[in-house]
């Protein structure tokens, strides 16, 4: 079983629109979860990282909240643009000596931003 | 450099090949990683080096992969005698420290394509 699995496997809205993308996580414990974006062909780009102790964060139009007793994460994008079009991906750190480094991904979720 | 820089981008190697794929992180990053991203999943730990010690290699999939980072800068994946399962995507990433919650900074890629 996935130990990061994210909701929807894709996603269409409409440019100006806001959605939420889900990421539950089974890691535990763990060291800090971040989001990446990552656009077709090239490497994934930071979005957030909060610690097991932080509730929410954000970047720009990009909000992402952690709720570490059910195990859940999500990102909001605010007032969608052509250019969110990409993949976003959940990534969770284990705890524990060297555990940061051994990031466990989610599968992604595809958003298509249509005009 | 401004980035994580990779070479080659697209690598296609005929069954049985031995490749190799170069990462230059960003200067200065103490540890650099190596994923490996298939087609539509995201990506999967492969190994991790803080300078020149390799600290970690249990995500290397066969004795054919084979990671070094001599001098603690640039680091070169070596797959021997490739096989069509080591088609994928593998992502170098760097960060300033081995310290958790630090952004970790990905390159573009080497697309490999195994025929």
């Known amino acids: 079983k996935n130990q990061v699995e994210q909701s929807p496997q894709s996603l269409i809205i409409l440019e100006g629109k806001n959605c939420t993308l889900q990421?539950?996580?089974?890691?535990?414990?763990?060291?800090?979860l971040r989001w990446y974006k990552q656009d077709t062909g090239r490497g994934p780009v930071s979005l957030t990282i909060?610690?097991?102790s932080e509730n929410t964060k954000s970047n720009g139009r990009y909000t992402a909240t952690l709720d570490a007793d059910t195990k859940q994460s999500s990102l909001h994008i605010t007032a969608s643009q052509l250019s969110d079009s990409a993949s976003y991906i959940c990534?969770?750190?284990?705890w524990g000596s060297g555990g940061y480094n051994k990031l466990i991904f989610g599968a992604g979720t595809r958003l298509a931003v249509h005009p | 450099g401004a980035g994580v820089s990779q070479s080659p981008r697209y690598k296609v190697a005929k069954r049985g090949q031995d490749v190799a794929l170069r990462c230059d992180p960003i200067?200065?990053?103490?540890?650099l990683f190596w994923y490996q991203q298939a087609l539509g999943q995201g990506p999967e730990f492969l190994t991790y080096f803080q300078n020149e010690a390799q600290l970690d290699k249990s995500g290397l999939p066969s004795d054919r992969f084979f990671a070094e980072r001599p001098e603690g800068s640039v680091s070169t994946l070596k797959i021997q005698r490739t096989q069509q399962e080591d088609s994928a995507v593998y992502l170098c990433a760097s960060s300033i420290t081995g310290t958790s919650g630090n952004t970790i900074y990905f390159g573009e890629g080497s697309w490999l394509t195994v025929v």
């Open positions: 909060m610690t097991f």
């Open positions: 990421c539950n996580y089974t890691v535990s414990p763990f060291s800090n």
């Open positions: 990534v969770v750190s284990p």
């Open positions: 200067s200065g990053h103490v540890s």
